[in-house]
């Protein structure tokens, strides 16, 4: 069954994350051009930042892909793309510095961390069942319409577990973001400018989970209203 209000909910969050995502591509290649004037590389940086925090269990290693960046607590290695591996400019340090504030979060036990960690695998099997579901509910919703509240409500659990994900997620990049821009100002790797530039590049990043938290939040509400409206027609 056609469903015009979440192809439209889809297609207005669809549309913004697309243009924040560009814009956060067109920060990091214009920072990428602005050299640190200390000419540390990301490698160095990551590696100057955990030490600082009394951590040396967490390997710094580069990987492929781009903005593929990322901290993984299971194997404590903080993974840093090949031009942020390496590079010598803005973009590499604020990259390198945020992935490392994920490594001070799961040093110190950082509860929403901690409660993010836990969610994972079940978000896993709650987005793959979510897949299959979505053409499941158009065939219900057309052949068997009694079984529609059913299936509704099942989508609203999953969704509200996605939808915890990504609100849990928030805090725990904007304080990781918040602890690299610290370190940077108090440690003089960023300076002056180099600091602002920083600051502005991990913004637009914080705003891409923003976005993607408001659309998790939209399509609930959106599972809710569906449920509740069919309840009120009985």
């Known amino acids: 069954m056609f469903d015009p209000i979440l192809l439209i909910i889809s297609l207005l969050f669809m549309g913004i994350g697309m243009y924040v995502s560009s814009r956060l591509k067109n920060k990091f290649a214009e920072y990428a051009h602005n050299f640190l004037s200390n000419g540390l590389s990301g490698n160095e940086i990551a590696k100057k930042m955990l030490n ?18 990322h901290y993984n607590p299971a194997n404590k290695t903080v993974n840093l793309s090949y031009d ?32 993010r960690s836990r969610l994972v695998p079940v978000v896993q ?26 299936l509704l ?58 976005v993607s938290a408001l659309a998790s939040v939209s399509t609930l509400l959106y599972y809710i209203w569906r449920f509740t409206g069919n309840n009120q027609d009985e």
């Open 153 to 210: 409500l099942l989508f609203i659990i999953l969704q509200s577990t996605i939808t915890l994900f990504s609100l849990i997620t928030l805090p725990v990049e904007l304080d990781a973001s918040k602890r690299a821009l610290s370190w940077l100002n108090h440690s003089n790797i960023t300076r002056g400018q180099e600091q602002e530039k920083a600051k502005d590049a991990l913004n637009w990043a914080a705003y891409t989970y923003v």
């Open 84 to 115: 942020v591996y390496h590079g010598q400019n803005i973009s590499a340090a604020a990259v390198a510095a945020h992935e490392c504030g994920h490594a001070v979060q799961h040093a110190t036990a950082y509860q929403w961390l901690t409660m």
């Open 125 to 150: 099997i709650s987005s793959t069942v979510l897949n299959f579901l979505t053409i499941g509910l158009a065939v219900v919703a057309f052949s068997m319409p009694a079984l529609t509240n059913g």
């Open 52 to 69: 600082d925090h009394g951590i040396y269990d967490v390997n710094v290693v580069s990987v492929e892909g781009e903005l593929t960046d």
